[in-house]
């Protein structure tokens, strides 16, 4: 089983700040994706990563994929109360299998 | 909205039970994944389903069994609950196999209470 830790397991900050939540593995996957899950859903996909060393931007959240293609990390600039929820990494390994291996996820809470 | 339901959303049983959660995947979504998420941690992968036969499994018992429908519905089985086996349980339909290419979409979740 992959295993994908995340830190921090609990971060609230104040409206405005910046943050970096990271996700860690000691396996390889083929690419990696980032959620995010509000209470009482389901997770939403954020965004994919494929090439070790990639870095994707959406808005104010800046997603990198490590160079190994091991470890990944996301950062959130300006933080808002809209950005409070539970972020969880995903990897899919190189076997080619369909299923994800979700990280441990990462609870944020943005104080207005 | 992801156009993915799940029924019901909470369901209390006791140990040694049976229980069947329903999913409803987006229309034409031939692949549907079942996931379990214990209070505080991230989803963990039970199964999967493309065009109603398995296509591969999580690191689960037997016990945990699913069916797929053709009309974009499917199952999920849990025989003989265990009080573990208390977690939030999720479908996630995607309109193909590859997950690289092929967005997960997730429902809401069953939230399963094994007392």
């Known amino acids: 089983t992959q295993l994908l830790e995340q830190s921090p397991q609990f971060l609230s900050i104040q409206e405005g700040e910046n943050l970096t939540v990271y996700c860690n593995s000691s396996s390889v996957f083929s690419s990696l994706q980032w959620y995010r899950q509000e209470p009482g859903e389901g997770p939403v996909l954020l965004v994919t990563?494929?090439?070790?060393?990639e870095v994707k931007k959406l808005k104010r959240l800046t997603f990198q994929f490590g160079d190994a293609r091991k470890d990944s990390s996301l950062h959130i600039t300006a933080a808002q109360p809209g950005d409070t929820g539970l972020y969880l990494c995903?990897?899919?390994?190189?076997?080619?299998?369909?299923?994800?291996?979700f990280g441990t996820g990462t609870r944020l809470t943005v104080i207005p | 909205e992801t156009g993915v339901t799940q029924s019901p959303t909470h369901l209390i049983k006791t140990r040694g039970q049976q229980v069947t959660l329903r999913c409803s995947s987006q229309?034409?979504?031939?692949?549907v994944s079942w996931y379990q998420q214990a209070l505080g941690q991230g989803p963990q992968f039970i199964f999967q389903y493309y065009r109603e036969e398995e296509n591969g499994r999580g690191n689960f018992p037997p016990r945990f069994s699913g069916l797929q429908f053709p009309n974009y519905s499917s199952e999920l089985n849990v025989n003989a609950l265990e009080l573990d086996d208390s977690a939030l349980y999720l479908c996630a339909s995607s309109l193909g196999l590859a997950a690289i290419y092929n967005e997960q979409f997730f429902g809401p979740g069953t939230r399963l209470t094994v007392l």
């Open positions: 995903a990897g899919l390994d190189q076997t080619g299998a369909n299923n994800l291996f």
């Open positions: 990563v494929v090439t070790g060393g």
């Open positions: 229309s034409g979504h031939n692949t």
